[in-house]
C-alpha cells in the first residue's frame, strides 16, 4: 500500500451523518478565571467554551478524550464537522432541538499551561463555564474516555450541579497496564524535545496509542497481507497507516499539552464514596485501555445509584466514536427513559 492509499484510510473510523441536519444555534466564547490547580497552585486560565441547540432547554455537558475540543457538532454557526456528530444534533440520541449542549476546551490544550493538570482542574473549569454563563445545574454530563474521568470528578466535587452522569469508557483511576503505555508514549515525546526529532516523536507516540484504542481483531482484518521488505527494510501492512494517524496529530498538537493531558489521565484519582449522582458506566468489552473489570468494580462501589452497560465493539476504546446504534441506544435510555431517538444515518 502506498502512502497516498494509506491517507485515504480515515484514522478514527467516525459513523456518517446527514450534513443538512444542523443546530440553528450556537455560540462559542473564551473567558479568563482564577483556578486553584490540584497539583500546581493558583493559576489565571483562560477557558474555551462552545454551546449550541435550543437556548433556554435543559443543559447537557459533553465531553470527551484528550484530543476533543469544544466543537462536538456542526451547526448552523459553526459548519466545520465536529467530534461526536453521530450522537449530537437535531433528532439524534442528545437532541439539540430538546437540550443545550456545552463544551469546552480541555485546560492546557495550547500548550500553555506547562504545569501538573488534574481531571479535578478540569471539572472545577467545566463548573466556573456553568456560573460564566449564569447555568445553575446541567440535566446530565456525558463524558467519553477522559470526559468520563472528568465526569466523575464533576459528579464528586460538583454533586448538586448535575442531575445524571454518563460515562463511557472511562473509571474512578487509570489502570496500571493503561497508565504504562502512555509514559512510554511520554519517554518518546521527552527524549526528542527541542530537537529536530520533536514532531516525529509526537507522531511515533500518537501511533503507539492508536494500537491502544483499537483491537487486534480490527487489525487482523483490516491488515491482513504479509509484512514485506520496502528497500531492504520489512514493513507491517499497518505501518503507512499508522503513520499517516501519527503525522496527523502531530502536525496540529502542541508537544506540551500532549505531556501535561496524558499525565492528566494518569493522575486522575476520585473517591467514589463522593459520588450520589445517578449514573450510567458504559464498558466495552474490548477495550484494552479501560478492562471491562474496571468498571464493574466502579459500579460495586457506586451500588445503587449506578447501572454498567456493556456491548462489544471490534474498534475497543474509540467505539464511542464508531458505534453509533449501540452508544445512541444507551445515551437515549440514560437521558429519556426508554424513549427511541434518531441515530445519524
Not at 12 to 40: E, G, V, W
Not at 214 to 232: I, K, M
Request: proline share 3%; aromatic share 6%; charged share 20%.
Amino acid at each position: 500500500m502506498s502512502l497516498s492509499e494509506a491517507a485515504s484510510l480515515s484514522c478514527t473510523t467516525y459513523a456518517a451523518f446527514d450534513a443538512a441536519s444542523l443546530s440553528p444555534l450556537a455560540h462559542r466564547d473564551i473567558f479568563s478565571k482564577r483556578i486553584a490547580l490540584r497539583y500546581s497552585g493558583e493559576h489565571d486560565v483562560s477557558i474555551a467554551y462552545e454551546w449550541q441547540g435550543n437556548p433556554t432547554a435543559p443543559v447537557v455537558i459533553i465531553a470527551g478524550g484528550i484530543s476533543a475540543n469544544r466543537h462536538v457538532s456542526l451547526s448552523t454557526e459553526y459548519p466545520e464537522r465536529g467530534w461526536w456528530e453521530a450522537q449530537v444534533g437535531p433528532g439524534r440520541a442528545i437532541d439539540t432541538n430538546r437540550f443545550r449542549i456545552l463544551a469546552i476546551n480541555w485546560l492546557g490544550h495550547e500548550g500553555k499551561l506547562d504545569v501538573a493538570i488534574d481531571s479535578a482542574d478540569q471539572a472545577d473549569a467545566i463548573a466556573a463555564t456553568l456560573d460564566h454563563l449564569n447555568i445553575k445545574t446541567a440535566t446530565a454530563f456525558v463524558g467519553c474516555s477522559y470526559g468520563a474521568m472528568v465526569g466523575l470528578q464533576f459528579a464528586a466535587r460538583h454533586a448538586a450541579r448535575v442531575e445524571k452522569l454518563i460515562a463511557i469508557s472511562g473509571a474512578d483511576v487509570a489502570h496500571p497496564y493503561s497508565s504504562a503505555w502512555r509514559a512510554l508514549q511520554r519517554n518518546i515525546v521527552r527524549l526528542n524535545r527541542d530537537s529536530e526529532n520533536e514532531t516525529a516523536a509526537l507522531s511515533i507516540a500518537r501511533q503507539l496509542a492508536m494500537l491502544s484504542y483499537r483491537t487486534p481483531e480490527e487489525f487482523a482484518a483490516r491488515f491482513a497481507t504479509p509484512v514485506q521488505l520496502e528497500n531492504d527494510i520489512a514493513r507491517s501492512p499497518a505501518e503507512n497507516y499508522l503513520e499517516v494517524c501519527g503525522n496527523k496529530y502531530a502536525a496540529i498538537t502542541n508537544t506540551t499539552a500532549f505531556l501535561r493531558l496524558s499525565e492528566s489521565i494518569d493522575l486522575h484519582q476520585v473517591d467514589a464514596d463522593n459520588i450520589t449522582t445517578t449514573t450510567t458506566l458504559v464498558a466495552i468489552e474490548e477495550d484494552r485501555l479501560v478492562p471491562v473489570d474496571t468498571l464493574a468494580a466502579l459500579e460495586q462501589k457506586l451500588g445503587s445509584r449506578c447501572r454498567l452497560k456493556r456491548i462489544h465493539s471490534v474498534f475497543g476504546h474509540d467505539a464511542f466514536l464508531v458505534e453509533s446504534q449501540q452508544i445512541a441506544e444507551i445515551l437515549s435510555d440514560a437521558l429519556h427513559g426508554n424513549a427511541s431517538l434518531g441515530v445519524a444515518a
